[in-house]
């Protein structure tokens, strides 16, 4: 059984670009939350989704977004780049209803350095 | 406001003893807690959950216990084994149905032969 993919797995960026991140969870699997994780701050929740829908969001700026599709893969986008969103930028997937009393399965992340 | 802490953000131990890792958190409607293992370059591997309604559960050499009273769970790893060298996240999750888990910092646990 495959696992959670995120491609890229690295990518350099310039400030005030943007970029999309991918993740492709587990067969089966209908939820897809990701979180940035930064030296020292833990592992911050960014948003999930559900059958394409968005149901919780974290506490980050509008240039943060996101999209699930129908085959539940679901987009990450950061518009106009900052140094500080260079970061670890993890995926997990977990089964149907969310993430309530059920682990959740990670990808390996998306290392995003901005210049 | 960190609503869940590892305040230990690093530990060594030797191999073959017990290695223990804490965490503390402040919201009483959390329900659910897990513990992840983080490899450098690798996404957070899941190592073992407990519901609140249990105060401790046990996976081979993982165990969590649950203080619910003190807002405390802990991880103990015995024997500690040099592949046991990582960062350990705690995480929680919350009877309001949110949807997402709140991970505390991690602790770097290095287990020295």
């Known amino acids: 059984k495959a696992g959670v993919t995120q491609t890229p797995r690295y990518l350099i960026k310039t400030r005030g670009q943007q970029v999309t991140l991918s993740c492709s969870p587990i067969?089966?699997?209908?939820?897809v939350s990701w979180y940035q994780q930064t030296p020292g701050q833990g592992l911050q929740f960014l948003f999930e989704?559900?059958?394409?829908?968005?149901?919780n969001k974290g506490n980050f700026p509008g240039r943060f977004s996101g999209r699930q599709f129908s085959n539940s893969r679901s987009e990450m986008n950061v518009s106009t780049l900052e140094l500080g969103d260079s970061a670890l930028y993890l995926c997990?997937?977990?089964?149907?209803?969310?993430?309530?009393?059920?682990?959740?399965?990670f990808g390996q992340g998306t290392r995003l350095t901005v210049v | 406001d960190q609503q869940v802490k590892q305040n230990s953000p690093s530990l060594s131990v030797q191999e073959g003893r017990i290695s223990i890792l804490n965490c503390d958190y402040t919201?009483?409607?959390?329900?659910?807690f897990l513990w992840y293992k983080k490899y450098p370059a690798e996404g957070p591997t899941f190592l073992i959950s407990i519901s609140s309604i249990k105060d401790k559960n046990e996976d081979g050499r993982f165990t969590v216990f649950l203080n619910k009273s003190a807002k405390h769970l802990s991880l103990h790893i015995v024997p500690s084994q040099p592949g046991d060298s990582a960062v350990y996240f705690c995480?929680?999750?919350?009877?309001?149905?949110?949807?997402?888990?709140?991970f505390g910092t991690g602790t770097r646990l290095k287990v020295l032969a």
């Open positions: 997990a997937s977990s089964k149907g209803g969310g993430m309530r009393n059920t682990e959740a399965f």
């Open positions: 067969s089966g699997h209908r939820s």
């Open positions: 989704y559900f059958s394409e829908t968005q149901r």
């Open positions: 919201n009483s409607m959390f329900d659910y």
């Open positions: 995480a929680a999750s919350g009877k309001s149905g949110t949807y997402k888990y709140i």
